[in-house]
């Protein structure tokens, strides 16, 4: 079972907006699974951003969203800021012990 | 609201054998599945496998089967993480989460803290 595909690196300024994508195959984010993100900044554990696709945890900001579309899941940071600077994975599974990571998308605030 | 605390850092030779705790505190340790996944230097995230404390089964990514073993205390609900005939590519941050999981999704919430495994000779 191969990977999710994310960008490696994604930038933009302070207030913008970015979108990091995730691709999948027919039998992961093709076949209707959903699509967790996670947000990973240095020295600590990833924490949960995004669940099933769509809902945002109690506590994460509604800057943060996703979606999907075919096999293309999709996270979009809005009004971009500082701390925002992270690594964000993407996550599905295809299958109950398969579970599957993209490789990371680093973004930068410029 | 669980919050789970794993073991410390560790540092093995190369064909020995490593385990890491997760101590899972808040609400009722039967009702988690707990995973372990882990994160090598300048690699992504992968999954290895989980605990289901009710249900007394493991479950383990192919990869690591054989060669990795995941059991639950209940009496002090803590999680354990066995990895065997440890190699240099083993060395990682190795993290527990509870995850939930459905037909259509999963995911990882809290995670602890990590554990350094470090494989040297």
């Known amino acids: 079972q191969s990977a999710l595909t994310q960008p490696a690196s994604v930038s933009g300024s302070p207030g913008q907006s970015i979108t990091i994508s995730c691709t999948g195959a027919s039998s992961d984010v093709g076949s209707d699974k959903l699509v967790s993100w996670y947000q990973h900044s240095p020295g600590n554990s990833p924490t949960l951003i995004i669940s099933?696709?769509?809902k945002r945890p109690s506590g994460v900001s509604d800057r943060f969203s996703g979606s999907t579309s075919g096999n293309t899941a999709s996270l979009t940071i809005s009004g971009l800021q500082a701390d925002d600077e992270a690594v964000y994975y993407c996550?599905?599974?295809?299958?109950?012990?398969?579970?599957?990571f993209g490789g990371g998308t680093k973004l930068t605030v410029l | 609201q669980i919050n789970l605390v794993q073991s410390g850092a560790e540092v093995k030779k190369p064909g020995s054998s490593v385990r890491v705790s997760c101590k899972v505190s808040g609400g009722i340790f039967n009702s988690y599945t707990i995973s372990w996944l882990r994160q090598a230097p300048g690699q992504g995230l992968e999954w290895m496998g989980r605990?289901?404390?009710?249900?007394?089964?493991?479950n383990y990514a192919q990869k690591f089967q054989g060669r990795v073993t995941i059991t639950a205390d209940e009496s002090t609900a803590t999680v354990y993480l066995d990895l065997s005939s440890l190699r240099s590519d083993d060395t990682a941050m190795y993290y527990c989460a509870r995850d939930q999981w459905d037909s259509r999704s999963i995911w990882f919430d809290p995670w602890g803290q990590g554990t350094l495994v470090t494989v040297s000779s």
């Open positions: 099933e696709g769509t």
């Open positions: 605990a289901i404390p009710m249900l007394r089964i493991s």
């Open positions: 996550s599905s599974h295809a299958g109950y012990e398969t579970v599957l």
